[in-house]
């Protein structure tokens, strides 16, 4: 079982557990990236292990790209 979370790019490359959105689906995940008004990852994070960088979502054109 996973959770995911969202945060901005500009975080860095480790999930801050605190400052990211979570979210109840993939697709709210989505939903979230989309309100922050730059570049965005949203984490994979398992319940038991370490939380991966899932995908990115670019603020601009509105795309994705897998980043695991």
Not at 3 to 13: E, I, L, N, R, W
Not at 46 to 51: F, L, Q, R, S, Y
Not at 61 to 66: A, L
Request: aromatic fraction near 14%; charged fraction near 20%; charge should be negative.
């Amino acid at each position: 079982m996973f959770d995911y979370a969202v945060q901005p790019k500009s975080f860095g490359k480790r999930l801050d557990e605190w400052g990211c959105l979570w979210a109840t689906s993939i697709d709210h995940a989505y939903a979230l990236a989309q309100t922050f008004g730059e570049d965005a990852v949203i984490w994979k994070c398992p319940h038991i292990g370490e939380p991966m960088a899932w995908v990115s979502v670019n603020a601009t054109t509105e795309s994705v790209e897998q980043v695991a």
